[in-house]
Structure formats: C-alpha cells, structure tokens
C-alpha cells in the first residue's frame, strides 16, 4: 500500500495540500470556461478529490518501473499508458460526481457542460498524474539514498563493535602464562588444586570465547564470567585478591554487550591487586534504577605507583564500545582516590527478553 | 675432597605459587643453598643484603618496585637470573647482563642451564647496579618517580614531590617537602632523566622544578637568585637565567 494511505496523519496532510489546488481549478473552470461560480466550485470539489486518490496511483508504476532500470521506450510506454488510464478513469468518475449535482434542479445542464470540457480536462488529467508520477520518482530517490547512508553507517557500527570484540576476546598473556606457572606450582603440593584451577581456567577461556560470538548477554552471565576470572587469580594471588559483589537482584535480566565488564575487572587485578604489597577488595556492584542500569568495579591502588604502560587501553575500549553501541545514551567514569579506584558505568537498562 | 660452598640463592616474586614452583626445583640440587624468599622488591633489596646471596631469581612484575628498579639499589653484586611470565623485558635483561632469563611456567631443565651459567661464569662480575643505572635505554622518560636507598630502606619520591637537586661530587641531594635524601647519582644525569619542561638546570650545581620558584630577585651586582616558594634561595648562573626567562 502507499505509505501516504498507511498513515493517516499523512493522508489528511496531503489532502490539505489539495485544497488551494482546488480553490484554483474553481477559479479556472468559472474564468476559463465560464462555468457559474457555485458550480465551478462544485465541480472542482468533486474533482481534485478524485484526482489526489489517482495522483497516488502513479506510485505503483513508479516503483515497479524503476527510473534506472529497463529501457527508455518501455519506461515511457508504461507511464503514457498509466496516464491515459488515469485521466479516463478521474474523468469518469467526474462525471458521476457531476451527474450527482445534477440531480438538483439548480444545476440543470451541468452534465452538457462538463462534457464540453472533457478534452482540456483530459489533458490536464494526464499532466497530473505526469508530475505525481516525478514526484514520486524523486521521493524514492531520496529513500533509496538515506537508506543506503543508515546501511554504510550500520556497517560501521558492525565493524567497531567486532573490531572492539576481537580485541577483547584476545586473552592477556600475562595472565594465561602466571595462571598456568600457579597450576605447575600446584601439581605437585597440592595436585587437587591444580585440577581445579585447570578446570576454572578451561571454563573462564570457553566462556570468553563462546559469549563474545553474541549481541547481548544478561548481566548475570557477564557477572559469572567475571567470578570465574577472579577465582582463577585468587589461586595466583592468594590472600591478596579479595571479591565482594553488590548486586541487585532487578538487575541481573539486563542485557548488556558481552565482555563488556571484563576489561574492567582484568584491569582492577592487574593494576590495582598486582601493584599493592598488602592486595585488598575487588568490588563490583550493579542496580537498576528504572530504564538505568549502573555497573561499578572499584579496586586497591598503589598512590606511589609508577604510571604503568598499557594502562588505560581497557578503559578506552570500553568507552569507545559504549559510544558504538549507545551513543550519548550511556557513560563511563573512572575516579582515581588517593589509594582507590573506581570505574562506573551508567548504560540503558534495555529491555528484559 | 671437600663439596664446593653452595650457592647461595635468593628467591623474589610476589606470587607464593611462583616461588614454591622454584623452591621445589632448586631444593633438589645439593650444590644450592635457598637463603631468603622475598614477596616484593623492598624486601629484596634489604635480604641481599643482610644473606650475602650470590645469585637472585628475580621477578619482574611486582608491585612497589619492579625486578630493574630493584637491580638499581642493590649495593652489592649478585648474578640475576630473572622470570617473567611474558616475554616482553628480554632485550632490556640482557642489557643488564643477566645470568638467564627464563618464562614462566618454569622447567626444571631451564633452572638446571641458569645454575649451570652461574657456576660457569661465577657470580662475580661488573656490579650490576652500576650496569643498570648505565643500560636503561628503553626506560620510559621522563621518569615519574626516583628511587633512593638509605641503608636497607627505600624511599619512592614522585618526580612531582621534587623540588630541587644539588650535585654533590659523585651524589645528587634530592630536596622534597622539606627533606633531603643523598643518592649516587649525577646531576647530568638526574636532570637526562627528568622533565626537561618541569626542571630546569639554574646553575651547574642545581636543577630546579619550575613550579616551585616563586620568584626572582638581584642578588648582587648582575646576579640573581630564584626563591622558592618554601624560603629557600638557588643560585641562578647567567646561563641559568637565560634559561629560566625561555622557560617562562
């Protein structure tokens, strides 16, 4: 169906556009044609209502004959056809409408007068439907264009986001090569250990590899991902890493893009518990709060601490991925205290599937 | 015929896992004699010390101070085997002639070749500390933050804390907040490493932080003096001025 018909705020826009033409073709058919006034306006009515609804016509023509498409005869053989359909069918239809007038004594011999003019009104019929038929050859135009820029610009936002996703997916070297030296300390002291740590080790890299192949996971799936990560560096670390985790129960369902947490947590062991003599807590806290949905990973820092190369490359991923996917609707802020840290995140809460 | 002495092996690394793993391997060689395990590099530095270790097993990531910063204050000479997890110092631990350089997970075979490097070559050598401070060429400069040893202590000054430095012979008298530490260092030196955009040399025997110069008076006839914020008076060399008038 035409989009104009679909919608009938647009309907009643266009057919408003219609009555200055009307108002015209009144003035026309009384000046030009000497119609009496009150019956040149009658007439007029009837007709530019029937020809906005043919004007419309000329839109299945147009899309199914596209302007670059077949050669010029067919194209020009199919739109003077169409326009000498159109004009009969407005005309006759007119002539119903005038044939209705008719029947008020008043109007006697508006049939005979309208007749006379069927040849310069079949005329301006197919020079209607000609320029509808341009017009909508422009409009989808247009249509095609700003769907071909949404199409290059979603590519983009496609690519960012794999582009970010492999990036992550990529485990840190550090801390495959430390975990797997902690299990070769355990394989003799404590040969149960090992097997564990081996275990939560092969889960955390499943896990990171099977969940990075989707759009959106629920928090909760990001948040045990998270946990594993941290068990497997709580055998490295021992006493050092401590996990406290706030998170409301309203919030777990929200989707969020996968290993979005991730770096977030990777960076609180790697510069906050690996940098401090004493270690110290790993907190991470989530709630909703309405259509909101605030993520927080705070961490130990060293005051003293030398600026560490590499720091910094997490956290800007995980903004530039914030801004791919949210725009201006989510937000990340990292606070350093004298012996904190603190990485917020404040993002759409999004639907619950 | 008597056993050769043992060597006398110091173990550093922050992680307890990683030093039992090295534990487990050297204990099995009669010839070793494991004298200290150092969880960070302040205790390392104080253990060579006080055990008179002849060969250190060195992490490189740890906090506080990493392997290099500890090689830097050591005073006495000791071979260095160092073990990472990820091959990314290699360069800069030849540069500071270590014994080996081995990754983690550590093989036993690995630390059987390092040990018998150690005995190859003996654990005497040129001082590593001054191999350090003369090979650092992938240090990010300038520095944040300068290392200074005062008996078996260290102390961590950020570059930022810095007010000034005194070339004294072969020393440099560091002044922060009030206090003064003495470290073996050169003022070329010290000032190479620095920001040059924060500290500017006012004199041959002084660099200055900008930041804290309030102002600058005549002193005597064409001479003057910088005044710190704190009081304190730098002599200003007529180069000196020059500089310091560029600067602003």
Request: glycine share 6%; proline share 5%; hydrophobic share 45%.
């Amino acid at each position: 169906m035409h989009p104009i018909l679909s919608r009938p705020s647009w309907l009643a826009l266009y057919l408003a556009s219609w009555i200055p033409v009307a108002a015209l073709f009144g003035i026309a058919l009384h000046v030009l044609a000497q119609v009496p006034l009150a019956e040149a306006f009658a007439d007029a009515a009837g007709l530019t209502a029937v020809l906005a609804f043919v004007c419309l016509s000329a839109w299945y023509p147009s899309r199914a004959q596209p302007i670059a498409g077949a050669g010029t005869m067919g194209f020009l053989l199919t739109h003077a056809v169409a326009a000498v359909i159109s004009s009969g069918v407005w005309l006759a239809l007119g002539r119903a409408w005038v044939a209705l007038l008719e029947r008020d004594p008043g109007w006697q011999g508006a049939g005979a007068r309208y007749n006379s003019l069927l040849p310069g009104l079949f005329l301006v019929g197919m020079l209607f439907y000609l320029l509808a038929a341009a017009l909508h050859y422009l409009a989808l135009v247009a249509a095609k264009s700003r769907q071909a820029e949404q199409k290059a610009l979603e590519l983009l936002v496609q690519a960012r986001e794999a582009e970010l996703k492999a990036l992550r997916a990529q485990i840190d070297p550090h801390f495959l090569f430390n975990s797997l030296n902690s299990i070769s300390a355990l394989t003799s002291s404590d040969p149960a250990s090992a097997r564990r740590m081996c275990i939560e080790l092969a889960e955390f890299l499943r896990r990171t590899l099977v969940l990075g192949q989707r759009e959106r996971i629920p928090l909760a799936e990001e948040l045990d991902l998270a946990e594993g990560y941290l068990r497997v560096e709580q055998v490295r670390f021992g006493s050092r890493l401590r996990v406290e985790r706030e998170v409301d129960e309203t919030a777990l369902a929200s989707p969020v893009p996968p290993l979005l947490l991730q770096p977030l947590v990777e960076n609180a062991v790697r510069h906050g518990i690996a940098q401090t003599l004493e270690g110290g807590t790993i907190k991470i806290a989530a709630k909703r709060d309405g259509s909101r949905l605030h993520v927080s990973v705070s961490n130990p820092r060293d005051p003293d601490g030398r600026a560490r190369p590499g720091a910094g490359v997490g956290l800007r991923n995980v903004a530039g991925r914030l801004a791919t996917l949210f725009g201006t609707e989510a937000r990340l802020d990292a606070i350093a205290g004298g012996d904190s840290y603190l990485v917020e995140l404040d993002l759409p809460a999004g639907e619950v599937s | 015929m008597s056993a050769p002495t043992p060597l006398r092996v110091l173990l550093v690394d922050d992680e307890e896992l990683a030093r039992r793993v090295l534990r487990e391997y050297l204990s099995r060689d009669p010839g070793v004699e494991i004298v200290g395990e150092c969880a960070n590099g302040f205790e390392a530095v104080r253990a060579v010390s006080e055990t008179k270790a002849d060969l250190l097993f060195l992490d490189i990531q740890m906090p506080k101070l990493d392997g290099f910063e500890v090689l830097e204050l050591l005073d006495r000479d000791v071979a260095v085997v160092f073990v990472t997890a990820f091959d990314e110092h290699a360069i800069r631990a030849f540069e500071v002639h270590a014994v080996d350089y081995l990754l983690k997970p550590v093989s036993e075979e690995k630390i059987g070749r390092a040990l018998a490097r150690v005995r190859e070559r003996g654990v005497a050598g040129p001082p590593v500390s001054r191999l350090v401070a003369d090979a650092k060429p992938d240090q990010p400069r300038p520095i944040d933050r300068l290392l200074v040893r005062d008996g078996t202590r260290v102390h961590v000054i950020q570059a930022s804390e810095l007010d000034y430095a005194v070339a004294r012979d072969d020393y440099v008298e560091l002044h922060s907040g009030g206090k003064d530490f003495l470290k073996h260092q050169t003022l070329n030196d010290l000032e190479a490493q620095l920001d040059p955009e924060r500290f500017v040399r006012t004199h041959r025997s002084y660099l200055v932080n900008v930041e804290r110069i309030a102002k600058i008076e005549p002193y005597a006839k064409d001479s003057r003096i910088a005044v710190l914020h704190d009081g304190t008076q730098i002599p200003l060399s007529r180069s000196g001025y020059a500089r310091i008038r560029e600067h602003s």
